[in-house]
């Protein structure tokens, strides 16, 4: 599930937060993964800290939820080159980089989670 | 409230130093309480800005270590962490240590260790600070410059090369710059040819790993009169955030926190945009400086580009931008580079820029934190 925050005043975050952007407590959680998306911006990393696949490359995409926009970051399945406008959906991926390879601590997150399909 | 002045700095040589972060700080406290003429024991705060000494290095409680090492005791010391803004806060925390009346000798003292890492353990180091769903996918700090740069170019029409031009730009000015990291030029065409490291950058739209320190010495401006007739003052620092996680924002060519933080240091210190005469912005990576140069109000939005083909932000230009080389070329010591854009304002302010020195009675430094997540700005002028 890749599990976003819808708040009193309709908007929508990807990550949720305790508190969302308009000041109140989050009312409803939305699955972005049954949805597609639309890319706002990509790059490919050829730099990649430890653990991570390489190159790597990310996009930034926008989800439109009835209407309502909310954003998100994650790999590009391929690995190619997408371009600014295409469509993407998500695709759920078991691990997603290395645990234990950087510096942070295996089990404060968790590893799994959605990369991006052109559709 | 009594005016806030700065009667002393220094920086070490940045780039690969055989020292430790306890060296460094040691060397650039000392250097700048010589060069302030403060005896340690009127030191009544000291603060050390830094990341992440304890990750880089295992060392921690620097701040206490550094008051020992420079016979400081018993001053009042914090460890200021505001990633790479850390120097920025420092200087807001000196700032407000004596503006408040808590204080009336402050030293500040800004370092970083971090060059005995490879280059992705450092990286890593420093993407340890994103949101738990940007660090899962292997986000750094250069990919959302990547990231941001791509949309940039998009969405003002500007030339991939308008970028190049900055890295050209600041190694000119970094020169001049005895301390600088890399004191050569480099030409267009190699930048354009550098390795990508996060498409559409390259290799030379990127700072350095950098090890170095900085210092600075904040007093009330009647105890400012005491040790020397010339002296700097800061009217105006101004702090604010941005979200922690980068894909929320609405813009992102617009860094909220660089507008937000400016809007406060211009209003403390009755300024405007147009009355800046020299500028340290934070060029972690290229485009970062557009971004700044428009989100400070020196340039339209989507035209800072403009400015840096037009030569307008060059050391002869009418704001010259980064004329220390800037992290660019000077390096980007984590922790201290904040502290290092505030010295240099204040050898220009002050008229000791050497080669360096521009037409400037009044100056601003803008150090960035993350990607635009905390920023400071401060304004500062010739007494």
Known sequence: MMEAYQYPDGSITYPGHPIGPGGEEPVDTIDLSEYTAEVITWTTSTAAPPGVREPNTLAVVEFDVDGEPVRAIGGVTTGEEVEIGDEVRPVYIEELREPGAGIREPDSQEWDGYRFEPV | ?383
């Open chain 2, 1 to 383: 409230m009594e005016n806030v002045a700065i009667i002393g700095a220094s920086m070490t040589q940045f780039g690969q130093r055989d020292g430790w972060v306890l060296d460094l700080l040691s060397e650039a406290g000392t250097a700048c309480l010589d060069d302030a003429g403060v005896s340690p024991d009127a030191i009544d705060h000291l603060y050390v800005s830094n990341m992440a000494s304890g990750e880089f290095e295992g060392q921690t409680g620097i701040m206490n270590a550094i008051a020992h090492d420079l016979a400081a005791m018993p001053a009042y010391t914090a460890r200021i962490d505001q990633t790479s803004s850390s120097g920025g806060a420092g200087v807001k925390h000196a700032w407000q240590s004596v503006a408040s009346g808590a204080s009336e000798m402050t030293l500040l003292v800004g370092a970083e260790k971090m060059t005995h890492r490879t280059t992705p353990e450092a990286t890593d180091v420093i993407a340890s600070i994103t949101h738990p769903v940007e660090y899962k996918h292997g986000v750094t700090l250069p990919s959302f410059a990547g990231l941001t740069a791509r949309l940039y170019l998009d969405t003002y029409d500007a030339p991939r090369e308008s970028l190049g031009k900055v890295a050209v730009k600041n190694h000119r000015h970094g020169v001049h710059n005895p301390h600088a990291q890399f004191q050569k030029e480099v030409d267009l065409e190699t930048v354009l040819e550098s390795p990508i490291v996060a498409d559409p950058l390259r290799l030379y739209d990127f700072c350095p790993i950098t090890d170095g320190s900085a210092a600075l010495m904040f007093c009330p401006e009647s105890v400012a009169k005491e040790y020397t007739d010339d002296y700097v003052l800061v009217p105006g620092v101004g702090g604010a955030t941005d979200t922690h996680v980068v894909h929320e924002r609405t813009d992102p060519t617009t860094m909220r926190g660089v507008v937000e933080s400016s809007d406060i240091a211009y209003e403390m210190a009755d300024m405007e945009p147009a009355d800046v005469d020299v500028a340290e912005l934070h060029d972690m990576f290229t485009i970062l400086e557009f971004l700044q140069s428009e989100d400070l109000g020196f340039f339209e939005k989507g035209e800072g580009w403009q400015a840096v083909e037009e030569g307008r932000t060059e050391r002869g230009g009418d704001l010259p931008i980064n004329p220390s080389g800037g992290l660019k070329s000077k390096g980007h010591p984590l922790g201290a580079s904040g502290v290092a854009q505030v010295y240099e304002i204040y050898k220009q302010l002050m008229g000791e820029a050497d080669k360096r020195q521009v037409d400037a009675d009044t100056g601003l430094a803008c150090n960035v934190g993350g990607f635009g997540n905390c920023v400071i700005t401060t304004l500062m002028e010739a007494n």
